[in-house]
């Protein structure tokens, strides 16, 4: 080698420890708000009035953690934007602005027109793509502080739910498709939506939010559509880190995160796809933790007491929802292994043990990354 090419390599190999030295960390969360509302255009009328509790506690929780990227669900969707908009509105104002948002439109709510869950009707909410009482009930999105690259996000949310190798779906005591085959044809993956968001990190650093909501898995039948339907949801993400579906694999680094429904090892539903997913080679888990979920399942007692799960690690406290299936771990965070973690948490503040939520009961998850990829890459 040239005494020019080995300057040359030297300079290189520079300018890369100088980007990554350059690089900062940033905090990302997922947040299920619990802002849906019973008909379209209550949300927005709820954050124009500026009077709603749940729309104050979500804004302080927002405001406390000072998210960089913030992926959100149960946000209802409209198709300009407008409710979106007018909730970061109230976050900036409240001193946390993320002016780049992201929303498309969800299978929630999406009409079919046809009887989805075989009860013999049509039109009603269980009949659309996701649950949904009107076109976008429950949806998703994303607010960040960095610009967000529209053109390259993909939207999975069309992705056909036969389409997935290895699917479970739901069936017959026959062993045919339910409700039948040609309805399940009809029948798209995504609950609410499955996300590659692209956003552009200063030093033309690009990253990739992988996002999702999944169904939680009970309220069917002995078809077990809604738990096998959770697990599918989940197992989608496997497919698309392995390269297994119809477009390629996320680009590194990436960040998968977004609200399962399902916990590690307590409660009812399919575990198989969520364990792969928590111990995948190219993804790392945190774990986050609080001293709130803890306190609270200690002061709460009942089935809380009989999980095998540390409740440290709990997201969501179900204490008043039918058959009181106690705390659960079902909001993550998994950065890929081209990061490295610096903090995590899950927001349960000692206050919050034993009050009656006003929004929501699930609670913001955190982490805060640094990455340690070698050199910029322009987009």
Known sequence: MTRRAVAALAAGIAIAWCNIAMAEPIRVATFNTGLDRKGPGLLLRDLERGDAPDVARVVRTVTRNAPDILVLQNVDW???????????????????????????????????????????????????????????????????RFPIDAAATRDFTDFPWADLPGAIPPLNDDGTPFPDAERFA???????????????????????????????????????????????????????????????PPEAPFILMGDANLDPVDGEGRRAALEALLTHPRLQDARPDSPGGVAAAKAQGGVNLRHSGDPAHDTADWRDAPGDPGNRRVDYILPSTDWRILGAGVDWPLSDVTAVTEATRHHLVWIDLEPIYPAARAY
């Open 78 to 144: 409209d198709l300009d934007g407008l409710a979106l908009n007018a909730l970061a509105d109230r976050i900036a104002a409240a001193g946390h602005p993320m002016p780049h948002r992201f929303a498309a439109r969800p299978n929630a709510g999406m009409a079919t027109g046809h009887d989805m869950d075989g009860d013999g009707r049509r039109g009603r909410a269980r009949d659309a793509q996701g649950y949904g009482r009107f076109a976008g009930q429950g949806a998703m999105a994303v607010l960040s």
């Open 186 to 248: 009809l029948q798209r993956l995504s609950s609410v939506a499955h996300w590659d968001v692209a956003v552009d990190l200063p030093g033309q650093r690009r990253i990739h939010i992988l996002t999702w909501h999944a169904t939680p898995p009970v309220f069917d039948g002995p078809e077990d559509r809604n738990g096998r339907r959770n697990h599918d949801e989940t197992a989608f993400w496997l497919r698309y880190l392995d390269g297994d579906l119809p477009f390629a």
